[in-house]
Every structure is written in C-alpha cells, then in structure tokens.
C-alpha cells in the first residue's frame, strides 16, 4: 500500500526586473510567485502540484494540515479536505487553505498517476482530445515602453493563435481605444476578450460593452469584484456580451452560486485555488448542469498549467457531439513568466491555437533541478 510519507511546499519567484511589472487595471506585479508542491509516498514516488499566490503562506498552512495527509493511502487523498473542512470550518474556503490544498489535490494525482502509469487525464475521466485550444492571454498593463499593448500583441499575433484577451478596465475612452488597437493588431476574424479584473460597477460594465461593440467581443471577464454575486446576476441580459468569471471564487459552493441562479455564461475555476481536480471536475458538472462554458483561469507556473491541460483534455465536449461550434478555450498567458517557461525540463509551448496534453505517467512533466533552484524564494 502506497501512503503519504510527505508533503512539502517550495515557495518560487520570478522578479520581472526594475520597471518591467505588469498588470491589470488593478495593479501591476513585480514578480510573478506560486508554491510548488510535492507529495512523497513511502514507496519513493514524487507527485507535483502547484498553490496560486506566495507559497511562504502555502507553507505555514501546509504545517496547520499536514498531519491529515501523512500516513493516508494516496488513492485515499480525496476524503482529507472534507474532513479538514468540518474541523477548521472557521477558516473558511476564501483563504490560501484552499490554495494549498489545491496543490496537495494534483500533486496527489500526478503521483497515482506515475504508480499506475497512466496519463493524469486518464485518471479523471478519460482523454478526449490530444491537443487542447488555448486563447493567448496577455495584453496587460505597463509602464513599460517596450512593453506596450501593441508591442505585446505584435510579438504573439505570429505565432497562430485564434483567440486573445487584454486588459481593460481603467475607463471607457482607454477600454475603446484598446479594443480598436488590438482589432487592428489580431484582425477581424481572430476571437478577441477583454478582463476588468473586477475594477467596474455594472453601470460602467454596461456602457463600456456598449462603447465596444463594434469590435465584437467574445465574452468580458470578471466586469465585477467577485463577491457581487447579485450583480452579477443583475448584468445577465443586459450587458450584451458573454461574461465569464471565477479565477477569484473557491470550491463548488462558490461556483454552485454562480451557475445557480445563472449569474455568468462561462465558469473559469482556477485548478491551483478552487480545490484541485477533485473540486475541478464538480465545478465541470455544474457547468454541464447549467449549460454553461468552462474556460479555466491559468496564471501561475508551468505546473498549474499541465494540470488544467489534463483537466480539458478529460471533458466532454458537452452538450455536443460530432460538431463543436466554439470550443471550450484554455488561458495560456503569454506574460514574462520564468515559472512558465523555464521551470520545467521540456516546456508546455502553444502552436496553431493549441497546446499537446503531455503524454507521460501523471502531469507527464518534469521540474528542472536547476531551474527550480533559481526560482525558490529565500
């Protein structure tokens, strides 16, 4: 019997240098940051996974929760986070708990999957497609010069994506020239998204999707904070664009809220801090419960984005069959992020709109030793 003889955190770091930060409308980041997890079994075998946000704060919750995994069989990991929920139901699951968890949920499957030798899609219902559509998410907020939103856009528009989102947010004039410029930059036929990152009321969401009309958008992200639930509910029907939200919302229940009553048209949970895949795959029901799209949120380091590749790789192309007309898409950023592109011995790299689901045993990927040491955060 394989049990959990470990779990650790390594908190990781990618300073972005001195005036190279980037952001949204509500704020830039010096440095992009995440916990790199690993689960070890007494039989020797290493899963990985990834917590969004510092990992410092992954690892002093890691030492309030780790006795609850070590000494559990591995294939028992997914009745730990219920039991930890009744007893520390004072914390809540809007906190780095959830985060941390999270990384213990997929570094628990990458290492069931590397006992049993299969793909961690495999695992988790099956593999429905090899190679998983992905939207090139960038278009952030600088103060870089070289760094603007048409150099940013001018720089991946080579590359075959078919779909882009940028940030907007700061106002209605700056949202319209914006869109306009990135129009000009990905052409008419290419998918284009916008992010408010939650900086609007809905008076302004609603006159800024007016004000863009004419560049036709795809869905708008996050127009509202994430905890107005009712409005959010209060925009359906009248904002006139798809709105897609959740890379702020934690576990199923907060999820349940937003499919029910139907309070967006596209659920985005975010694998490194809804739960994992355990609360990954709930959050999928509920989007097929609702008749609703699912385009999960990715914006951390190349170990979260293998686990999301997998979890799309495993769904149903509901509620479809043999004719999909518009694909449930994958954020893949295209910021500086040395988490993303150098962490790992082979990189997660997107061609012609889509990236390959890694064909190994777990995630199917391996951390660099190197580079893992270059990034871990003192």
Request: aromatic content about 6%; charged content about 20%; hydrophobic content about 40%.
């Given at each position: 019997m394989?049990?959990?003889?470990d779990v650790?955190v390594?908190p990781?770091?990618y300073p972005?240098g001195?005036?190279k930060?980037?952001g949204?409308?509500r704020g830039?980041?010096?440095a992009?940051?995440c916990?790199?997890v690993?689960?070890e079994?007494?039989?020797g075998?290493v899963?990985i996974?990834e917590?969004?946000g510092?990992g410092h704060?992954?690892?002093a ?9 070590v000494?559990?069989d591995v294939?028992?990991?997914?009745l730990v ?9 004072h914390?809540g699951i809007q906190?780095?708990l959830v985060?941390?968890?999270s990384g213990?949920?997929v570094a628990a499957?990458d290492a ?20 998983v559509?992905v939207y090139?998410?960038g278009?952030y ?6 760094n603007g939103?048409a150099?940013q ?7 075959g ?10 106002g209605i004039?700056s949202d319209?020239?914006?869109?306009r ?8 036929h ?5 992010d408010?990152?939650?900086n609007?009321g809905a008076d302004?969401a ?15 992200e ?7 639930f009712?409005?959010?509910e209060f925009l359906?029907?009248?904002i006139?664009v ?5 890379e ?9 809220r ?7 048209d ?5 694998l490194?801090i ?7 795959r709930?959050?999928?029901t509920l ?5 609703l ?5 990715v914006w951390?380091?190349?170990v979260g984005?293998?686990a999301?590749i997998?979890?799309?790789?495993a769904?149903p192309?509901t509620?479809h069959?043999?004719?999909d007309p518009?694909?449930?898409l994958?954020?893949?950023d295209?910021?500086d992020n ?5 962490l790992l011995?082979?990189p997660?790299?997107a061609h012609d709109g889509a990236?390959a689901?890694?064909t190994?045993?777990?995630l199917g990927v391996?951390?660099?030793p190197?580079?893992l040491e ?5």
């Amino acid at each position: 019997m394989d049990r959990i003889k470990d779990v650790r955190v390594t908190p990781l770091v990618y300073p972005l240098g001195a005036g190279k930060a980037y952001g949204s409308a509500r704020g830039k980041t010096p440095a992009r940051v995440c916990g790199l997890v690993e689960l070890e079994t007494t039989d020797g075998v290493v899963g990985i996974g990834e917590a969004w946000g510092p990992g410092h704060i992954t690892r002093a919750y890691l030492e309030v929760i780790r006795g609850y995994y070590v000494g559990r069989d591995v294939f028992d990991h997914e009745l730990v986070w219920p039991d930890i929920q009744a007893r520390h139901y004072h914390m809540g699951i809007q906190n780095q708990l959830v985060a941390c968890v999270s990384g213990i949920d997929v570094a628990a499957k990458d290492a069931i999957g590397k006992i049993l030798g299969l793909p961690l899609c495999k695992l988790i219902g099956g593999q429905a497609r090899e190679r998983v559509p992905v939207y090139a998410s960038g278009g952030y907020v600088t103060d870089d010069p070289d760094n603007g939103l048409a150099r940013q856009l001018e720089r991946v528009a080579a590359h075959g994506h078919t779909a882009y989102k940028i940030k907007i947010g700061m106002g209605i004039a700056s949202d319209v020239e914006r869109c306009r410029l990135a129009r000009r930059i990905i052409g008419t036929h290419a998918k284009l998204m916008v992010d408010i990152n939650g900086n609007y009321g809905a008076d302004l969401a609603i006159a800024s999707m007016r004000a863009v009309e004419d560049c036709v958008i795809e869905f708008v992200e996050e127009p509202l904070p994430p905890q107005d639930f009712d409005g959010y509910e209060f925009l359906q029907g009248r904002i006139g664009v798809p709105v897609a939200v959740g890379e702020a919302h934690y576990t199923m229940h907060d999820f349940d809220r937003l499919a029910r009553p139907r309070r967006c048209d596209v659920l985005q949970p975010d694998l490194s801090i809804c739960g994992g895949l355990a609360q990954g795959r709930a959050i999928a029901t509920l989007a097929q419960l609702h008749n609703l799209r699912l385009s999960p949120h990715v914006w951390g380091g190349a170990v979260g984005l293998a686990a999301a590749i997998h979890y799309m790789a495993a769904l149903p192309a509901t509620p479809h069959s043999d004719h999909d007309p518009a694909p449930w898409l994958l954020e893949y950023d295209v910021g500086d992020n040395g988490l993303r592109d150098r962490l790992l011995t082979e990189p997660l790299t997107a061609h012609d709109g889509a990236v390959a689901v890694p064909t190994g045993p777990g995630l199917g990927v391996a951390v660099d030793p190197a580079a893992l040491e270059r990034f871990r955060a003192n």
